[in-house]
């Protein structure tokens, strides 16, 4: 299986499109046709997941893209027609635990182009015409410029765009092909008026992280997917604890049932951050302490391997795949509680709580404290978004970020430690060396954390 990162940006254009002078290398005319598969109930378009067969010169390879951060990982094997390979459907336990996939949508593409440069980096720019097949009959046809990194740095992708906009071309969204075929149209973004409702909503955006970083998840190879999915996790409890003077159901349930999931996720997340944090500090030592203290990380290492074997086994169990049947279920049929309860109170009385403790908390807090201050800076943060706050929730991260690198910084000292005390001399002396450096971190947060929360306190005047 290849697996690739796709940085790509696309734009509409109109039948007679050219590109203009972009001063490339052509590439070669190409014709293919991509048959689109997904469920019954479209789960895998909902969550931003594109799987096709794409048939090129008699040849047939699988494609999965994923998305990742401001890209899309792409997974392509070969395979007949009948159903995906297995490597890829396993990926789709989430996905598929209803049913299997099934061909949806079949477009027929020309694709002609330029190998472009700019600035060190290197693009595809193609102009592909597109025709949505209904069996053997045209049913629609489209015309989309295609401009896809190849090398350096994706920015650059950014004039390109503006050179081919000026020819004609309108950027989009970036919405897949398969949503045109459907024509399916992006969400905007509104928030619903009644509260409820909002709260319904926010809560199936946070199924969708979930269900749509699932898949990243499983493959392992970028840890921004399993972060992004314990993020909706971890919203997904917040905005249920707010809800509970919206709705009238019992919502404890499934958060507790989330909290089970957090907990999984959780475990190797807190270990890729600590390694990412430590293997660029062990980078700046001396030689001979940063060579012991990649041997000391070794032991780190090994304990992510077997948490990540834990958490695929938590995936692929009836208790996780339940919990997705609840989480939309329980999404779909909440009842209003009967209680006047606007979101600006909400979110009134969340920030209070945080005002409370950071006067509990006084001039010199404990390690512990700002640890909880953090955990009420990030619900405040939540409620925030389900009221609309867009000022206090940007003044609520900043807060969560310094009392998040405060206790980053506390975490690493303390496996520090705990490495140390069964370490050989040399890796103890480089442990020292890095919990330095993490004392001088921390000391650097709890600097900077009040006039964070004084930003916050002025955003929410």
């Known amino acids: 299986m290849e697996i690739t990162t796709e940085h790509e940006r696309k734009l509409d254009a109109p039948g007679d499109f050219e590109l203009p002078p972009l001063g490339g290398a052509p590439l070669e005319s190409r014709v293919f046709t991509s048959v689109y598969h997904d469920t019954a109930d479209g789960s895998l378009a909902r969550a931003g997941i594109t799987l096709r067969r794409r048939i090129e010169h008699g040849r047939s390879v699988w494609q999965l ?30 996905h598929l635990r209803r049913g299997p996939v099934a061909p949806v949508a079949e477009l027929r593409t020309r694709r002609r182009g330029e190998l472009v440069s700019r600035r060190g980096a290197t693009a595809e720019v193609t102009v592909d015409e597109v025709a949505v097949m209904d069996r053997l009959r045209v049913a629609d046809r489209f015309v989309e410029v295609e401009i896809e990194l190849r090398s350096g740095d994706p920015k650059r992708l950014e004039e390109l765009v503006g050179e081919v906009a000026g020819a004609g071309a309108r950027p989009t969204d970036g919405t897949p092909k398969l949503f045109r075929a459907f024509g399916l149209e992006s969400r905007d973004g509104r928030r619903p008026d009644a509260p409820l409702e909002a709260l319904r909503a926010l809560l199936r955006d946070q199924l969708r992280e979930i269900l749509a970083h699932d898949p990243g998840t499983r493959l392992g190879t970028d840890p921004e997917s399993l972060h992004d999915m314990r993020v909706g996790v971890r919203r997904s409890r917040a905005l249920l604890r707010a809800g509970r003077a919206l709705s009238g159901d019992d919502l404890q349930p499934l958060s507790d049932e989330l909290a089970w999931l957090g907990e999984a996720l959780g475990s190797i997340r807190d270990l890729d951050v600590l390694l990412e944090r430590l293997r660029g500090q062990a980078e700046k030592l001396d030689p001979p302490d940063r060579v012991a203290a990649g041997r000391l990380l070794r032991t780190l290492e090994r304990q992510r391997a077997s948490a990540r074997r834990a958490l695929l086994k938590t995936l692929d169990g009836e208790r996780y795949l339940r919990l997705l049947d609840q989480f939309e279920r329980t999404v779909d049929e909440l009842q209003p509680s009967g209680d006047d309860v606007g979101l600006e109170k909400l979110a009134e009385k969340q920030l209070r709580k945080l005002r409370r403790a950071v006067r509990a908390a006084g001039d010199d807090p404990a390690d512990e404290e700002l640890h909880e201050l953090r955990k009420l800076g990030k619900r405040t943060r939540y409620v925030y978004e389900l009221a609309g706050g867009g000022k206090v929730v940007k003044r609520a991260k900043a807060l969560q970020d310094v009392l998040g690198s405060h206790q980053d910084a506390v975490v690493a000292e303390d496996w520090l430690r705990v490495l140390a005390e069964s370490a050989p001399p040399a890796q103890a002396l480089a442990a020292g060396r890095l919990i330095e450096g993490e004392r001088t971190r921390r000391a650097e947060a709890r600097a900077a954390w009040p006039e964070a929360w004084r930003r916050l306190e002025r955003a929410a005047r």
């Open 65 to 94: 893209k994923l998305p990742s951060a401001d890209a899309r990982l792409e997974l392509e094997q070969p395979g007949g027609p009948a159903h995906p390979p297995d490597e890829l459907a396993r990926l789709l336990v989430a």
